[in-house]
């Protein structure tokens, strides 16, 4: 079992950067990659981004590439997503996930989201 609390979110000026952490509990949690994905309100859940165990290979959706970077301290037992130039269609509730496979689309475990709120 893993247990996933993010926390970061908040109100942005659109530019404007805003860092996500994800404090990660759980038996060999270590092992686990970690992602983000996001909902806005009327839309259907989205991919962000995804970092395997070691912290050596990432992947990131389409339209949030070279603006956000995903990290991971596994020292710390925590997730990173640092987000730049931050447009308004970037709000949504990010959710921070764990699953052992790197490529799935529906990881096994999920936090409980923060609100991402960028203002035009």
């Known amino acids: 079992q893993v247990q996933l609390v993010e926390s970061g979110g908040g109100l942005v000026q659109a530019g404007g950067s805003l860092r996500l952490s994800c404090a990660a509990s759980?038996?060999?949690?270590?092992?686990?990659?970690m992602g983000w994905f996001r909902q806005a309100p009327g839309k259907e859940r989205q991919f962000v981004a995804v970092i395997n165990w070691s912290g050596d290979s990432t992947n990131y959706a389409d339209s949030v590439k070279g603006r956000f970077t995903i990290s991971r301290d596994n020292a710390k037992n925590t997730l990173y997503l640092q987000m730049n130039g931050l447009k308004p269609d970037d709000t949504a509730v990010y959710y921070c996930t764990a699953d052992l496979s790197m490529a799935t689309m529906s990881p096994r475990y999920w936090g409980q989201g923060t609100q991402v709120t960028v203002s035009s």
């Open positions: 759980g038996r060999a949690v270590s092992k686990y990659a």
